[in-house]
């Protein structure tokens, strides 16, 4: 199996650029990551030994970005994954590893080689439902427990362009989105809309994970969507 996901430092910068393009939308972006740290303590109960692999970190570093190295009391035994250099996950978090990765191969570690695989707003970024089970199955084949984030499609604000609403009919966002500085968010490989009913439909295990809402928390509206997946 192959995993693919963007250059996620692209990705990023656009996103930092269009959907957190001052303080209080940073604000708020930093309290909703946050929350999804203490979720991540709290479900997936870590400890000073244990090996987490973070897919998909980003180049850009900043108050919102790389909530896991951010406040992780451990982070000697995080090994960081990005399509970019690293430079700026390394810079500011000099304990951690760092791995560089190429879209639509397989990440380079042996099976089994972590306890925990982490991803944080990467799913939604791989293209289609084949890329997204392919990148899945390639967190599940190198930890026994996986955590990804996502933003959930039912929060009132699409995160990427701080557009409200439009979101809820993806068609339109997109035609809407076309020709306007905005364009990079209107073609599916670069965002793609998910919610709890499509993250089980397109699960690719027999197995099926748990999925909760997190972030800034307003019921089945809240603003992040936490898939955890524990084989023992």
Not at 82 to 111: C, D, M
Not at 166 to 173: E, I, N
Request: net charge positive; hydrophobic share 40%.
């Amino acid at each position: 199996m192959r995993s693919n996901m963007t250059q996620s430092g692209d990705t990023d910068a656009v996103y930092y650029q269009h959907g957190v393009a001052n303080s209080v939308a940073m604000g708020i972006l930093r309290r909703a990551r946050m929350g999804m740290f203490r979720l991540f303590m709290e479900l997936m109960k870590p400890g000073p030994a244990t090996r987490i692999i973070d897919v998909g970190t980003s180049e850009e570093e900043n108050d919102g970005a790389n909530f896991l190295e951010k406040a992780y009391p451990w982070r000697h035994n995080i090994i960081c994954a990005g399509t970019g250099s690293g430079n700026a996950v390394r810079a500011a978090y000099p304990e951690v590893g760092f791995a560089h990765i190429q879209p639509g191969r397989k990440l380079p570690f042996q099976t089994g080689a972590f306890d925990i695989a982490c991803s944080n707003a990467v799913l939604e970024h791989v293209g289609g439902v084949r890329q997204r089970r392919e990148f899945i199955l390639e967190l599940l084949r190198v930890a026994p427990a996986v955590f990804i984030t996502v933003p959930n499609r039912w929060f009132p604000v699409e995160h990427h362009t701080s557009i409200p609403l439009l979101h809820f009919a993806p068609s339109a966002f997109r035609r809407a989105l076309r020709r306007t500085r905005l364009e990079y968010w209107s073609r599916i490989e670069n965002v793609d809309f998910l919610d709890r009913r499509r993250l089980l439909r397109e699960w690719p295990s027999e197995r099926l994970p748990t999925i909760l809402y997190t972030g800034l928390r307003l019921g089945p509206f809240s603003s992040n969507l936490a898939i955890v997946s524990k084989n023992s």
